[in-house]
């Protein structure tokens, strides 16, 4: 009978396995290396892939599971929107002469046949409970049943039924303590109020909704489109999808829409009005991250699981040579090193993904349980698992095959005798590959400037990094020539990684990837957020508390919210806020003279084709200098009767606001000069023209104060770069008066002793609403959700990192038991040890962080770069932003993990039990070979 073909590989598993047996604490090593990058790998690809959702949960979240599309009411005039209706465009001076029903009449017009309405309405409303209040929140009055199942799912309690009822989001609930029968009221936008009775909390949802109400509750526009109170919103329900076609003509008609036809199916951006002709599509270095996130995986796997299945090797080099020497042939031992691989390879990767996986799934529902749909559900593609899991395998096998070359060459006598072959430094061109990937990269980074090609950034920074990175060994020698100046654990653990360079040059070159890893994000996070926050004008110092009342007050009631601010919240000196009293609009008038500035040129240059002109002129139609059109900022203004009137301040309250340049322009306020908050209102002589305007329909009535309407007034002023669109000019007392001008008592601002939190405010907002009926702001710095992703992706960087370093300590403790015979051996104390396991860990995390520091902040500054020429010009509104501080604290947080974990999971004692072959040595033949390797 003919052997069968897989006899050899079957007596190849069972030999490796039994080897993998025998020596079990190399063969774990490997196996958590492979499951490192793995885990890491997966976990990364999660994260990214998670949070956005996916085309069908985002339509159940918006529409439920049967409504074909929902229709807000936005102007008279025509909309311009996104496919999803996260960005809208809408704007218009004329009014609608339609009813609602007349209105729900053309809609069904405009149509698929057969298609019905179902009438909700959605506005903003405050909410208080339990002696706390919110600022304004998105309510939706709506059916939630039927039809609309599904849109907020129930994580405790039930939808509403009945007028009266509402139900929160999980997040609004813990804010206000709410629990199923509590009441809550709610003030409409208009003054209306009800009290409700919340009858369950739905789970995490990308709905903007915070609070859902049953039909009949709260939110009414009566026979109009739109009131004080609301705006109209229906949802559609039929048997035929609404196109984007369809969502185009319901714009004309001055709404917009959310259809699950559009979401399933979105149409290209050629198609789309808001995005035709602008640099929003994917740009060529798009697919940086899922590129990347292969190709640093393939680094990390090289890096981590080549020197495990290098140590793996050596330690099975004497039981392949007693199968050699039992008849073994070259091909046998070969079959036995791959299949341990293969083996390994698979169980890590399979570990691997399973922990990645699970440990995104955690976080995800960890965040979804308080309220916040980050990642709304778990996107992980089993194509993607396997493909990281078949590169865990490769790379395996790829690592074992010089051994497995190496197994069948080796004179099996000569391991037998102890006497195995110990290969020297390979550097084999290492320095000139260094310089060659360094200068390669740096000269693409020159190209992509010079070009400028936004696709050329990412490459070249990569490479000119990996350069970096494989400068390793001489970083490690350097740190070795400097060990006779450290105590003695140090000096041994950095002679240790001189004499063992190529081991030790693996290990800081993991660290040192996954460092730059965390930097990169860090870098490249913080620069986003940057970006985006610009457009977030702040009105006062961070934590600085204002005011606003609805309407103007006397200091009676003004003492009262002062009285409450102290009461609850960590104040000092409340100062009233005073603004001119006047049924006109008095602003300052720009400077002719002056070009029209970069952030007030139309389109912006974030979605510009091509540069901005150099000079564009103040009157030109493409200039639009008011501070509105780019300020992101919804906390409501003070104003008056004429709407955002200037300010009357000796100094007191601008300090008080804490802003840059505060204390300039209170000086100037004492010296009796006025104070504008933009250039292009200082004129060439140094004062300001002033404006008094008739900013409504129809003749200036004969009212105090309207007399004065195109009167024109010039004054010495100061300037000070305040961008918020609440300040325009700030007056003196005298010069108010000058002008006839009275001033008005519209909120209070206050400074904080701390950062007051998140229930103090709400406590606060609740007792000042109470006793003046006014509502309550706390500056905060700009928040993204890019910040909570940023710090995702820092842990699982730092977590590869910390293990990275770890497991490379553990096999440098493998690998040197002939080193620690000798310490035992010349008398070396029973804490020695621990103390240079911790020292070796240390000497590679301090080494890979501070290489891992400089290439990942090439990589971030490059990915920021690739932004800022997106378009084919630079981009001046795209900053690079290092934030040293958290870069510092991660990356020493790095160390100091390695260290400590290093000192936990070391044993106490020096161990002289087991050689490199796994029996035990003579001691003087131990001390013989330990001073033939030289010993510190």
Known sequence: MAPSRTAPWRAALRLARRDALRHRGVTALATAAVALVVGGTVAADALLLSSAASPGTFARMMLGDGAQARITWQTPGEVTQSPREDIVLAGSDSELDLSRAEYEDLLLDLLPPGSELVDAAAGPVRASSGGRATEDLTALESPTGGPLSGMFVPAWGRTPERPGEAAVGLGLARRLGLDEGTEMELVAGDGSSATVTVVGAYRATRHPAEAVLAPGT?????????????????????????????????????????????????????????????????????????????????????????????????????TLALIAAQGGDARTLRRIVLCGALAVGAAGGVIGASLGAGGVWA???????????????????????????????????????????????????????????????????????????????????????????????????????????????????????????????????????????????????????????????????????AFEGAEHRPRAAPDTVMVRFPDPVGDGEASEAASALTAHLPVHDPVPVLMADSPLWVHPLPDPEQPCPDWAVWPPVSIRTEPVPERVPLDSPDCAPMKQNGDRNRQEWWETEGGVNPLVDDGTLVRALGLPGAEEAARALAAGRVVVTRDLDLWADG????????????????????????????????????????????????????????????????????????????????????????????????????????????????????????????????????????????????????????????????????????????????????????????????????????????????????????????????????????????PARTVTQSNANGVP
């Open 363 to 529: 976080v995800a529902a960890v965040l979804r349980s308080r309220g916040d749909a980050q990642y709304p559900e778990l996107v992980l593609p089993a194509t993607h698992t396997a493909l990281f899991l078949a590169l865990g395998v490769a790379v395996s096998v790829v690592a074992a095959l010089p051994p497995a070359l190496r197994a069948g060459r080796t004179d099996p006598a000569a391991v037998l005798a102890g006497r195995p072959p110990r290969p020297g430094a390979r550097r084999r061109g290492r320095a000139a590959l260094s310089a060659l990937l360094f200068a390669t990269g740096t000269a693409l980074v020159a190209a992509a400037f010079a070009l400028p090609r936004s696709d050329l950034f990412v490459p070249g920074a990569l490479a000119a990094s990996l350069g970096l990175l494989l400068w390793a060994p001489a970083l490690v020698g350097a740190l070795s020539g400097a060990a006779h100046r450290l105590p003695l654990v140090w000096r041994l653990a950095l002679r240790d990684a001189g004499r063992n360079r190529e081991r030790t040059t693996m290990a800081v070159a993991v660290v040192a990837s996954a460092s730059a890893l965390l930097v990169a994000v860090a870098v490249t996070t913080a620069s986003a957020v």
């Open 687 to 922: 004062n300001a023209r002033v404006e008094f305007a008739w900013m409504r329909d129809g003749e200036v009535p004969d009212v105090p104060g309207a007399a004065d309407a195109g009167r024109v007034l010039e004054v010495p002023a100061t300037v000070v770069d305040w961008p918020s669109a609440q300040y325009e000019l700030v007056v003196p007392p005298s010069v108010a008066r000058e002008w006839g001008l009275a001033a008005a008592t519209v909120g209070m601002a206050a400074g904080t002793t701390r950062a007051p939190a998140g229930a103090e405010v709400d406590r606060a907002r609740a007792a000042v609403r109470e006793a003046t009926g006014a509502d309550l702001f706390v500056e905060r710095p700009y928040s993204s959700p890019r910040t909570r992703q940023m710090a995702l992706v820092l842990g699982l960087a730092a977590v590869v990192a910390v293990g990275s370093s770890l497991v490379s300590v553990r096999l440098a403790a493998a690998d040197s038991r002939r080193d620690a015979a000798t310490l035992v051996a010349v008398g070396a104390g029973p804490g020695t040890g621990r103390a240079l396991g911790a020292a070796r860990s240390g000497v590679v995390a301090a080494a890979g962080v501070l290489l891992g520091a400089a290439a990942g902040t090439g990589i971030g500054a490059a990915r920021v770069a690739a932004e800022t020429y997106r378009a084919g010009f630079a981009n001046p509104t795209w900053p690079l932003v290092v934030p040293w501080p958290l870069v510092s604290v991660c990356l020493a947080g790095v160390v100091a993990a390695s260290v400590l974990l290093a000192l936990v999971l070391t044993p106490v004692r020096l161990s002289a039990r087991n050689g490199p072959d796994g029996h035990r040595p003579h």
């Open 218 to 318: 709260l939110l009414d526009t009566g026979a109009a489109v739109e009131s004080p109170a609301a705006s109209a919103v229906w949802f559609v329900l039929g048997d035929e999808p609404l196109t984007w076609g369809g969502v185009l003509d319901i714009n004309a008609a001055g709404a917009s829409a959310v259809s699950r036809a559009v979401v399933l199916d979105p149409p290209p951006d050629a198609d789309v009005p808001l995005l035709a002709g602008q640099p929003t599509a994917a740009p060529p270095d798009s697919l940086v991250p899922y590129t990347g996130l292969v190709a640093g995986a393939c680094l990390l796997a090289c890096l981590v699981i080549g020197p495990a299945f290098a140590m793996r090797a050596r330690r099975t080099e004497h």
